[in-house]
């Protein structure tokens, strides 16, 4: 297109760069042989995925986060297709309603989000508990999930249903083998992105982790404020390479949805 | 209930068969979106709703933690410093954002390695891309290693923990939010407008000064907002790489909760979400921003 002319493609690369090099940093940083934070690194070593799959202290938020995650996607994932499946058949005003309602957590700062509920939890004695780590981030993660169900909803051809109910499909059967079909891209991208969501989720836990319920990102941020050593690096990796192949099937599976 | 009924494309009959199936195409959509509703009712709205209210009836109905806020140096230094941290975030999003959309809507082969490179820093944890940014910018981090190298300094550069760490590692966090819409809106351009325009004689400038950029402003409005939006809230990368002294609100809430000044706490909340939500809007009402901004949540 005749865009290009306007562009030295030079400076794209070097905005592109900023925006990768960070993360290649992390990678390399955590195969480095220092004990304190360089770069360059003098050297390479495995030690400090050594010293992470050697830890206690990190394993157990470690699993406690993909536990959290994991229950996040199924409560978010269940909630949130059953109202996509409501909310475009709901009339305009009620619609308008239930959308600001669930999308709201994407605009109203997280901060906001993180004590309010911390207010409301800390009076049940919920704080520092792994349900209050997987109700808090439910809510967060619900948007994600609602946008990426009603798109592919949004993408039905109307007739398909009422043909098949017209055909004596019962409303259930209608929805097993016609509508789920379709929107499964949908729900299952809006899935992943709920995982990522809660996986990474670091100021509502700062909040409702206590002591009990220390989830990867707040070890992280407890790391962080005393040593900095390349463990975090290890860590960090880590996540990175989880995100990336989660997203690698997000889009593998939109791909094969859209070949369809 | 007829099987029959139920298709549109009929008539629906009269009689006792039509009152239950009318009912239930009305309840359906309610039961089905009502368990989530509640859900974000119980868990979300009304915790955040009963936490705000303690800034108006703590201790009795009142007004004054509001109105104390107008001679609270605290509070207007920490607005100010949050208000003037997006702007600048926003700014230096939108001009490393602009020249990455144009690049990203131009591109055919490149595309999806571009993609990556923007979507994977994209859904990696704040917390992460703090940290990295950190790794960057210390005292023995890798901006200054080179240029101590290249012999440019003779002693490190103070970066991290300065307001300016905020400011990089903010625009690197960002980035994102202003590229995707500002490249939907472009890609959106039909191409015959600017081979018109060339044809007609307009130089590459022009065409783009007087084609490409106002027809593309719908998508900066809505990466505007965005990143202005979501820059207010900040608080980890703040608080990771920034000045001890530079707190923005984001900070301050939690110093105040941490130390169960919840009434103080709710005010300071209320007036950013108020913030957040009038900026909101008034972008609104910008032409084309509600479409630029519906198109970048799929």
Known sequence: ?260 | MSEVAQSPTLVIPLGAAKAPTFAWRRAAPILLAAPLLIYMLVFYALPVLSMLLRSVNDPIWTLSHYAGLIDDTVFLKTFWITLHTSVIVTLGTLLLGYPVALGLARARATAPLILIVILLPFWTSVLVRSYAWMVLLGRHGLINEALLATGLLERPLRILNTPLATQIAMIHILLPYMILPIANTLRQIDPSLVRAASGLGATPWKTFRQVILPLSMPGVAAGVLLVFVLALGFYITPAMVGGPRDITLSMLIAQQVDQLNWAYAATLSAVLLATALAIIAAARRLPGVGNALRMNMR
């Open chain 1, 1 to 260: 297109m005749s865009i290009a002319r306007f562009l030295p493609a030079t400076v794209v690369g070097l905005i592109l760069l900023f925006l990768a090099f960070p993360i290649v940093v992390v990678f390399v940083v955590s195969f480095s042989s220092a004990t304190y934070l360089t770069f360059p690194p003098p050297g390479f070593d495995l030690r400090w995925y050594e010293a992470y799959f050697g830890s206690e202290d990190w394993l157990r938020p470690t699993w406690l986060s993909l536990w959290v995650a994991a229950a996040v996607v199924v409560l978010s994932t269940l909630l949130g297709t059953l109202a996509s499946l409501g909310i475009a058949r709901l009339p305009r005003a009620l619609r308008v309603l239930a959308t600001g309602l669930i999308l709201s957590p994407l605009i109203v700062p997280v901060i906001v989000v993180a004590i309010g509920i911390y207010y409301a939890f800390s009076r049940y004695g919920l704080v520092g508990t792994p349900i209050a780590m997987v109700l808090a981030h439910t809510c967060l993660a619900v948007p994600f999930v609602v946008t990426s169900v009603s798109a592919s909803l949004a993408g039905i051809d109307p007739r398909l249903e009422q043909a098949a109910l017209s055909l004596g499909a019962t409303p259930a059967g209608t929805f097993r083998q016609v509508t789920l079909p379709l929107i499964r891209p949908g729900v299952v991208v809006g899935a992943l992105f709920a995982f990522i969501t809660s996986f990474d989720e670091l100021v509502v836990s700062l909040f409702l982790s206590g002591s009990g319920a220390v989830t990867l990102p707040r070890r992280m941020w407890d790391d962080l404020r005393f040593a900095i050593d390349p463990t975090i690096a290890a860590v960090s990796t880590l996540t990175i390479v989880l995100t990336a192949a989660l997203l690698g099937g997000a889009h593998l599976l939109r791909k094969r949805a859209e070949g369809r």
